[in-house]
């Protein structure tokens, strides 16, 4: 069974950046798209971004778009979420998933990490 650990998170200044590691056990990770997310305190769980089992295509949302990237070694086992510019309203966990395609409803991503802290702020 694919299990997935996130690591990478931490205090931040506005503007500042990090880098996120999903790090995946039990599988090869060439089987799933993986996509980020990410809750902030009283707030519903948000897609941020998605990249295809090649890494041949990526999709981001639209508060993200520009500032963060995905991307995936599967020689590795791992996906990156790197984030740049970052704003206080990325404070949030951030959880990477496993699905079969990339597009697909939360519901259908079947594995989740345990999520990692990112706190933006001065």
């Known amino acids: 069974q694919l299990q997935l650990v996130e690591s990478g998170g931490g205090l931040v200044q506005p503007g500042g950046s990090l880098r996120l590691s999903c790090v995946a056990s039990?599988?090869?990770?060439?089987?799933?798209?993986i996509g980020w997310f990410r809750q902030a305190p009283g707030k519903e769980r948000e897609a941020v971004s998605c990249?295809?089992?090649?890494?041949?295509?990526?999709n981001y949302g639209d508060s993200v778009k520009g500032r963060f990237t995905t991307s995936r070694d599967n020689a590795k086992n791992t996906v990156y979420l790197q984030m740049k510019r970052l704003k206080d309203e990325d404070t949030a966990i951030y959880y990477c998933?496993?699905?079969?395609?990339?597009?697909?409803?939360?519901?259908?991503?079947?594995?989740w990490g345990q999520g990692t802290q990112v706190t933006v702020s001065s």
């Open positions: 998933a496993a699905t079969p395609l990339c597009g697909a409803a939360m519901s259908a991503y079947d594995y």
């Open positions: 039990g599988s090869t990770l060439d089987h799933y798209a």
């Open positions: 990249i295809t089992t090649s890494g041949g295509s990526t």
